[in-house]
C-alpha cells in the first residue's frame, strides 16, 4: 500500500492500513504490535488496561510440622489467603498430593489423600518449601466455586506524538531529474518509513513520561515494563555464552508465572549464535539449492512452546528476551491515528506535507511475560 499524489488533495487521509501493512513488511521489533490499532483505540492521554494472569496459585513455607497421631500436617505461610478446606495441593518437587482440613491466618494443615508413587513420607517434608494448588473439588448441587478473578491491577502507558514534516520548493517539484525525490508523495513514502523506525525505538526503550506543560507525553517501552524490579530476569555473571539451556530456563519462568513464552527477541549476533548451537538439529537435503542454516523458530523443553526467533538489530548484543507476546498492542488516540494532510501556507513558492498520530503501546502482564537473559558474552567472541 502506498501513498498517492491524489491522496494529498484531500484534506486528510487516514493511514491506519498503510501503516499496518508497512509495520508487517518491516523486519524489526514493531512488527509484533497490532498497529493498525483497529481493536480498539485510547481514550485518554493515559490510557489504562486491566492485568490478570491465570498463573499457578502457590504458597512459600518456612517450617513444617507433623502430627503423627492424626497424621497432619501444619505448613507455616505467610497468608493463607485464597485457599480454603478441601483444596488439593502437592509439595513443589513432590508427587504426593494433600487435602487442606484446616486453614488460619497463617497455617495451612492438610492430610495426605494419595502418595502418586512418592518416595518421601509425608512426615519427611522438607522444612521449607513451595505448596503448588492443583484443584477445588465442588459438591454436586454446590452454589460454591473457585475464585478465577484474575484483574490483579492496573496498568497504564502514555502516549506520544510523532510527526514528520516534507517541504520543497516550487522549483524542486518543477525540474526534471533522475528519480521520483522531487514528488511530494515519494518524500512521504520516506517519511514514513522514519516514522516506524521512531516507533519502534519508543517500543524499545521509550520511558513512561506524563505531559506538563514543558514536558511533551512518552509511552514506555519493552525495557521501561520488562526490566521492572519485580519483573523476570535472569542476569548472568562471569558473561556466559547464550545456550539452549538458558533460552528453556526463561522460557520456564514465563510458563510458570502463567503466560505462554512465543518468541525470542535479540540482535542479530545472538540470533546467529542460537543457529549456531542449533545446527546440529537443522536439515538439509543434497537437491537443496540455498547455502546457509538460519533458525527462526525454537522449541523449547519447557512444555514444546514454540519461540519464533525475531531480530531486532537495536537491541543490547548481550540481551536476549523471552517473551510472551500476546500482550503488546501499538493504541492509537481515539482520532489521532496517523494521517496526513497538506500544510503548504497560502503564497509560499512550494509544497509542504506532513504526516502526524499519536500512539502508545500496551504490555499487558509484563512482569510474567518478559523474562531478560542479560550479562551475556557477546556474539563475537562467541563465533570467533
Not at 522444612?127 to 477445588?136: E, H, K, Q, Y
Not at 448441587?141 to 496498568?155: A, L, P, R, W
Not at 520488562?226 to 547464550?242: K, M, T, Y
Not at 538439529?281 to 527462526?296: C, E, F, I, M, P
Request: hydrophobic share 40%; glycine share 8%; proline share 4%.
Amino acid at each position: 500500500m502506498s501513498i498517492s499524489t491524489n491522496d494529498l488533495l484531500n484534506a486528510r487521509v487516514d493511514l491506519s492500513d498503510v501503516l499496518s501493512w508497512r509495520v508487517a513488511q518491516t523486519p524489526r521489533f514493531i512488527r509484533l504490535f497490532n498497529a493498525s490499532g483497529a481493536a480498539r483505540v485510547a481514550t485518554n492521554t493515559e490510557h489504562l488496561w486491566l492485568e490478570g494472569v491465570d498463573a499457578p496459585k502457590t504458597k512459600p513455607f518456612q517450617s513444617f510440622d507433623y502430627d503423627d497421631s492424626n497424621e497432619t500436617a501444619t505448613f507455616a505461610v505467610a497468608s493463607a489467603v485464597g485457599w480454603q478446606v478441601g483444596d488439593l495441593f502437592h509439595i513443589l518437587g513432590d508427587t504426593r498430593v494433600l487435602q487442606i482440613t484446616n486453614v488460619t491466618t497463617s497455617a495451612i494443615v492438610a492430610k495426605s489423600v494419595g502418595d502418586n508413587g512418592s518416595a518421601i513420607e509425608l512426615e519427611d517434608a522438607p522444612s521449607a518449601g513451595t505448596l503448588v494448588f492443583d484443584s477445588r473439588p465442588i459438591q454436586e448441587g454446590s452454589s460454591q466455586g473457585e475464585d478465577f478473578f484474575m484483574q490483579s491491577h492496573t496498568e497504564s502507558n502514555y502516549t506520544q506524538i510523532f510527526r514528520g514534516d516534507v517541504e520543497l520548493t516550487g522549483t524542486a517539484t518543477a525540474i526534471s531529474q533522475a528519480g521520483m525525490e522531487n514528488d511530494v508523495a515519494v518524500q512521504l513514502q520516506y517519511a514514513m518509513d522514519a516514522i516506524i523506525r521512531r516507533m519502534n525505538a519508543a517500543l524499545l526503550f521509550g520511558v513512561k513520561t506524563r505531559r506538563t506543560a514543558s514536558q511533551p507525553g512518552a509511552l514506555g517501552g519493552l525495557y521501561y515494563f520488562g526490566a521492572q524490579p519485580d519483573g523476570l530476569a535472569r542476569p548472568q555473571s562471569g558473561a556466559p555464552e547464550l545456550t539452549m539451556g538458558k533460552i528453556n530456563q526463561a522460557a520456564q519462568d514465563v510458563t510458570d508465572a502463567g503466560c505462554v513464552p512465543d518468541a525470542i527477541i535479540c540482535g542479530a549476533g545472538q540470533a546467529q549464535v542460537i543457529s549456531t548451537f542449533m545446527a546440529s538439529q537443522v536439515q538439509t537435503s543434497q537437491s537443496s539449492r540455498k547455502v546457509g542454516r538460519y533458525v527462526d523458530a525454537f522449541v523449547t523443553s519447557a512444555g514444546g512452546a514454540v519461540l519464533k526467533v525475531v531480530v531486532e538489530p537495536s537491541i543490547p548484543d548481550t540481551d536476549v528476551w523471552v517473551c510472551d507476546t500476546r500482550g503488546f498492542a501499538l493504541v492509537p488516540l481515539a482520532s489521532r491515528a496517523l494521517h496526513t494532510e497538506p500544510a503548504s501556507a497560502p503564497g509560499v513558492d512550494g509544497r509542504k506535507a506532513i504526516i502526524l498520530g499519536e500512539y502508545t503501546a500496551e504490555f499487558k502482564n509484563a512482569k510474567q511475560a518478559l523474562c531478560r537473559i542479560s550479562g551475556l558474552k557477546p556474539s563475537a567472541l562467541v563465533l570467533a
